[in-house]
């Protein structure tokens, strides 16, 4: 399909800054089966759910990946240029692949000051700005200096109108958020509280988690003109055996699957056999959904606004179809709803 189907213009006061407070409070646009549209806050998820549904949640935790300091002098050039780099996968104890910035600057063998004083070198440059850093240290030391030393790396359409501050650390995390590999917040999850969980378990609604170590791919623009030319970057996926089993029975019981963000959604989906059941699964997904996919798993999908050509509204268009996103995407822009990371959220029934 051709990218610039899946555009849109929105305004951009409608770029959310700051999350919601208390998160919960946050608007929820809910887009049926039918395509009808509602409107209504994530607290009042446990209304669109019934007993013996179960929520799917990406449990990752984001870390301080971006790193910044300079290029070392080389040998014939006496220029130390500020570089940025923004880790996205761990490929040994001491090596990262990271996207740098401006990564024009830099060649195979170039030596890295980052942080305070943290050595890296570039083992090796990559398409698309990405480079693989070979680090001094490694192991859990080297994870103590990034700890210690990093940022953490907000999307640029919030990190480009104000700098990270101590709000973020636990803003833009979740509040069930577990090991620390991702770049980006699951953010579907941002919107949920302890009060918001004990609702949803009154209702006799299962909770289970997944982990999608999310990278800075996703970030990354859509620059092919067809869907057809996209490559996505791979992310590490893990869905344990005992919720696999434990989500087939929901669903064999009657029960639906309601996925909390794409990245729940695309770890079910790597992980469905063709009839829709669910095995374990650890490994690299690079799925890309687009319309015209036959969805395995989730029913339901909780989910935030997506950028316009991205990825992402792509796969919610898969969901429930090109022209009903569109049409509440344009709903939301008209009611004024809040767009992106920190913005309010989408509770989308898959359409037939």
Do not use: W
């Amino acid at each position: 399909m051709r990218v610039d189907q899946f555009d849109f213009e929105l305004p951009d006061e409608l770029i959310a800054l700051r999350p919601a407070s208390p998160r919960d409070s946050a608007r929820m646009l809910v887009v049926g089966p039918d395509g009808k549209l509602a409107h209504a806050h994530v607290r009042d998820l446990p209304d669109f759910l019934r007993a013996g549904d179960a929520l799917v949640l990406n449990d990752t935790k984001v870390f301080p990946a971006r790193l910044r300091g300079v290029r070392l002098a080389r040998t014939d050039a006496g220029t130390t240029p500020k570089i940025e780099v923004t880790l996205h996968k761990r490929i040994a104890e001491d090596r990262f692949l990271a996207f740098a910035k401006p990564a024009r600057k830099l060649v195979s063998g170039d030596q890295l000051r980052l942080g305070e004083a943290i050595e890296a070198s570039i083992a090796a440059k990559n398409d698309g700005g990405e480079v693989e850093l070979r680090f001094a240290l490694g192991g859990a030391a080297l994870d103590t200096v990034i700890a210690a030393q990093g940022e953490i790396p907000l999307p640029p359409y919030i990190a480009g109108k104000r700098k990270p501050d101590a709000r973020d650390v636990s803003d833009y995390q979740t509040t069930f958020a577990k090991d620390a590999a991702s770049v980006a917040a699951p953010t579907a999850g941002l919107h949920f509280t302890p009060e918001l969980f004990t609702a949803l378990s009154a209702k006799g609604i299962a909770r289970e988690t997944v982990t999608l170590q999310v990278g800075a791919g996703t970030f990354l623009p859509v620059s092919a003109e067809d869907t057809e030319h996209h490559r996505m970057h791979s992310e590490s996926a893990l869905l344990p055996r005992d919720v696999a089993e434990r989500l087939n029975r929901a669903r064999d019981n009657g029960g639906r699957i309601a996925a909390v963000g794409t990245t729940s959604l695309r770890t079910l989906e790597s992980a469905a056999e063709n009839d829709g059941q669910l095995r374990e699964f650890q490994g690299d997904t690079d799925i890309f959904i687009t319309p015209g996919y036959r969805f395995k798993t989730a029913e339901i999908l909780l989910t935030n606004f997506h950028l316009p050509r991205s990825t992402l509204f792509m796969l919610v268009s898969a969901f429930c179809g090109l022209e009903t996103m569109k049409a509440a995407y344009a709903e939301a822009i008209e009611e004024r709803y809040r767009f992106y990371s920190y913005g309010d959220a989408c509770l989308l029934f898959r359409r037939p």
